[in-house]
Antibody, heavy 120, light 108 residues
Framework: QVHLRESGPGLVKPSETLSLTCTVSGGSIISYYWGWIRQSAGKGLEWVGHVYSSGKTSYNPSLKSRVTMSVDTSKNQLSLNLTSVTAADTAVYYC??????????????WGQGAQVTVSS | EVVLTQSPGTLSLFPGERATLSCRASQTISYSYLAWYQQKPGQAPRLLIYATSSKASGIPDRFSGSGSGTDFTLTISTLEPEDFAVYYCLQSGSSPWTFGQGTKVEIK
């Protein structure tokens, strides 16, 4: 059974970079798409973007200038970097595996989420 | 951007009743790219339905999805106590992927 766990700092200062890692256990990250989703009280659930195991990415246009996603197949991990953060980036960040049907279709396995607060 | 509007915002029902949740899209969505999630407090969302009507692994038969074009529905045939939660729809047919704002199903 695949299990995902997010890790990283819970507190980030404004203008700095938010960095999170998602460790996948119980299965390989190879040949799957993996996504990041965030949830805040003000904006609900928001797709941040996704990355294929080859490194191919797709980002939310509203975040594209600030976000980078990557995979490390040797460690079975994916990572998220979000630069120049503000209070609006405060949220619970989830990583999730993506179910593929005729294309990347839905998030089928989720991590437990990591609360990230942006504050000085 | 495809905007998903869920209704009602809150649904107050008794256990045993039928729940019908709506998700309306601002543009036509391929049936392959509409999913439904259940979320309970302090937990990650859980996939219930993908491709409009296909049940995810382990999901009870009382959950079903239907719809096409811009109108999609999640039906819970007989509410069990564990079904009281918030439900979200997701479209993944065009970028950016977007979620609805959620429908809360609460105990009456």
């Amino acid at each position: 059974q695949v299990h995902l766990r997010e890790s990283g700092p819970g507190l980030v200062k404004p203008s700095e970079t938010l960095s999170l890692t998602c460790t996948v256990s119980g299965g390989s990250i190879i040949s799957y798409y993996w996504g990041w989703i965030r949830q805040s009280a003000g904006k609900g659930l928001e797709w941040v973007g996704h990355v294929y195991s080859s490194g191919k990415t797709s980002y939310n246009p509203s975040l594209k200038s600030r976000v980078t996603m990557s995979v490390d197949t040797s460690k079975n991990q994916l990572s998220l970097n979000l630069t120049s953060v503000t209070a609006a980036d405060t949220a619970v960040y989830y990583c999730a595996r993506i179910l593929y049907t005729f294309g990347p279709a839905a998030f089928d396995v989720w991590g437990q989420g990591a609360q990230v607060t942006v504050s000085s | 951007e495809v905007v998903l509007t869920q209704s009602p915002g809150t649904l107050s029902l008794f256990p045993g009743e039928r729940a019908t949740l709506s998700c309306r899209a601002s543009q036509t969505i391929s049936y392959s790219y509409l999913a439904w999630y259940q979320q309970k407090p302090g937990q990650a969302p859980r996939l219930l339905i993908y491709a409009t009507s296909s049940k995810a692994s382990g999901i009870p038969d009382r959950f079903s999805g239907s719809g096409s074009g811009t109108d999609f529905t999640l039906t819970i045939s007989t509410l069990e106590p564990e079904d009281f939660a918030v439900y979200y729809c997701l479209q993944s047919g065009s970028s950016p992927w977007t979620f609805g704002q959620g429908t809360k199903v609460e105990i009456k």
